[in-house]
């Protein structure tokens, strides 16, 4: 699960990054593609990325990384 994974990044600054980019791809409903769940979206910060899906009730984050 993603809360797992962000649990397990190394520094604090790598799990505020991701939350960072979390909430980036959350204000940015038109970047979404079309909720069902079946294409996954990438983003990508300066050290870590996120893939996504969407939902009519949300977003569901399928993978975290982080580089040190």
Known sequence: MAEDVMAGLPP????AAVQDLLV????HP???P???GEEVVDEFGA????SYVVYR???EVRDIGWVD
Do not use: N, S, T, Y
């Open 47 to 50: 050290r870590c990325w996120i």
């Open 30 to 32: 038109d970047r979404w």
């Open 24 to 27: 980036e791809a959350a204000k």
């Open 12 to 15: 604090a600054a790598a799990r």
């Open 34 to 36: 079309a909720p069902g």
């Open 57 to 59: 009730d949300g977003l």
